[in-house]
Nanobody
Framework: EVQLVESGGGLVQAGGSLRLSCTAS????????IAWFRQAPGKEREGVSS????????DYADSVKGRFTISSDNAKNTVLLEMNNLKTEDTAVYYC??????????????????????WGQGTQVTVSS
């Protein structure tokens, strides 16, 4: 089974940037599509961005479009989330998730929790005003 570990979280001022990393062990990320989720206190865990291994497509939540970018560094078996122009509303625990590639998932499920089988422990991102 694949194990996921997030890193790169921290404290940043509004308008600043952070880069989160999700590193896989036990399997290669080449076999999985990857997504980032986040959960703020008192809120549900929401999908932030996803990367499809089978067609290379990406999806972003409306709240982060134009600010966040997801990418895959295959040499390091790592998926990155570049976060720019951070807002206080981005404060949350960010989680990396994976689902098997090569599977035809229903349309519109790339940012839905129920369609992901593997999860990291999360990394805290705090954006100050």
């Amino acid at each position: 089974e694949v194990q996921l570990v997030e890193s790169g979280g921290g404290l940043v001022q509004a308008g600043g940037s952070l880069r989160l990393s999700c590193t896989a062990s036990g399997s290669t990320f080449a076999h999985y599509s990857i997504a980032w989720f986040r959960q703020a206190p008192g809120k549900e865990r929401e999908g932030v961005s996803s990367f499809s291994r089978r067609d290379g497509s990406t999806d972003y939540a409306d709240s982060v479009k134009g600010r966040f970018t997801i990418s895959s560094d295959n040499a390091k078996n790592t998926v990155l989330l570049e976060m720019n122009n951070l807002k206080t509303e981005d404060t949350a625990v960010y989680y990396c998730a994976a689902r098997l590639a090569g599977v035809s998932y229903p349309a519109g499920t790339s940012l839905l929790r129920r369609y992901y089988d593997y999860w990291g422990q999360g990394t805290q991102v705090t954006v100050s005003s």
